[in-house]
């Protein structure tokens, strides 16, 4: 793992990109955004649902990214309320599919066949840039041929609770960092850490691949991320790239979200293989959050984290043991029950295959 400041001495000082792809991209003359990639084309990509009550901050912030992107699409799975019509009327594409059609891979994917562009950013709606230079940020580590993926950083909303604001601090440090394949034994299931609620990904990286994996309920894109490493190219976390991007969610919704990634680890065993040790990262997080709860003095925090985590590790197990439940329990327990009404009848060849993460 490469930890690098965010300029190259060749570099105007104020020049996003990484210092060991700029020093040899970079000759100082240009200005950032012409520095990053010129020839890059760029389309940004939110799939939305009842957006309405985040596009007050959503809208205008994406209307005022520099440079802007080529294009804006909204992929919106029949909103009750006025998503689309707002969209459409700040200038951006809407593409409504079908509720029930949904899918965290499959939306995305088709979202990638319906633009035209050399860098795909996938947002969420919830996911607000904090500046107007967050593509050009995004965008400097593909300067790199080796690059095929890129995320932002994710800064809590003011209103997070610690132990959202914790999670956000854990996962999302204020360095930025390239990862390639020979980090992986040392980082585990770290390297392959990456999230969709800000992050580009160089087309032709992301079609040579096949696009994120539809067979799962979430976790797409740490599983791609994964496929791609092992295929010889790199990522990069880019902590200057910044978004405001946190929930606070209940017990309940997290024993949901955890028993979807178990099950998306389940059903993908090459990924956990590649991975080794995948409950390593999570005793880092619990040990590291109570310490920083005692060390804060805010030891009452402590049962309630507790129990969180325990909440969690349960979803979780539960989760990679899916296939013993009857299928009711299941879409009762996921967060996802779209994908179980399109599971049954899904062939799971390749999935298997530990010796084939790139199927």
């Keep these: 793992m490469a930890t690098m400041p965010i300029s190259s001495p060749h570099c105007p000082p104020h020049c996003p990109v990484p210092a060991e792809v700029g020093d040899a991209l970079c000759d100082g003359r240009d200005a950032p955004a012409d520095c990053i990639a010129q020839a890059l084309s760029v389309a940004v990509v939110v799939p939305t649902l009842n957006a309405s009550p985040y596009l007050d901050r959503l809208i205008p912030a994406l209307s005022r990214l520099d440079p802007a992107p080529a294009e804006i699409l909204i992929l919106d799975s029949q909103s009750d309320d006025d998503t689309a019509q707002r969209c459409r009327a700040a200038g951006f594409r809407v593409h409504v599919i079908a509720r029930a059609a949904f899918g965290h891979g499959r939306t995305r994917n088709l979202a990638a066949r319906l633009v035209e562009a050399d860098v795909l950013i996938f947002m969420t709606q919830d996911a607000v ?13 593909f300067n790199d ?16 609770t610690p132990a959202a604001a914790f999670a956000r601090s854990f996962n999302y440090p204020a360095v930025s960092r390239l990862v390639a394949w020979r980090d992986v034994p040392s980082l585990g299931i770290g390297a392959f850490f990456t999230s969709n609620a800000c992050a580009a990904y160089r087309r032709s990286t992301f079609m040579e691949l096949n696009g994120f994996p539809e067979d799962v309920p979430v976790s797409e894109d740490t599983l791609f991320a994964a496929k791609m490493l ?5 990522l990069c976390y880019v902590a200057e790239a910044r978004v405001a991007h946190s929930h606070n969610y209940s017990l309940h919704q997290e024993l949901r979200r955890y028993f979807d990634i178990g099950v998306a680890h389940a059903r993908a065993p090459w990924y956990r293989a590649l991975a080794g040790n995948l409950e390593g990262r999570g005793r880092a997080f619990v040990v590291t959050e109570l310490r920083g709860l005692w060390m ?4 009452l925090l402590i049962p309630a984290a507790i129990m969180r985590n325990a909440v969690r590790w349960v979803g979780y197990r539960t989760g990679r043991h899916y296939r013993l439940l009857p299928r009711p329990l299941r879409r009762c327990l996921s967060a996802q029950p779209q994908f179980w009404a399109r599971a049954r009848g899904w062939r799971r060849a390749g999935v298997e295959r530990p010796s084939q993460p790139w199927v």
């Design 296 to 299: 804060s003095g805010r030891a």
């Design 145 to 160: 041929p080796r690059i095929g993926h890129a995320f932002a950083r994710q800064v809590p909303h003011a209103y997070a």
């Design 129 to 141: 840039p904090l500046d107007t230079r967050l593509l050009a940020h995004l965008l400097a580590p």
């Design 230 to 234: 092992h295929a010889g190219h790199a």
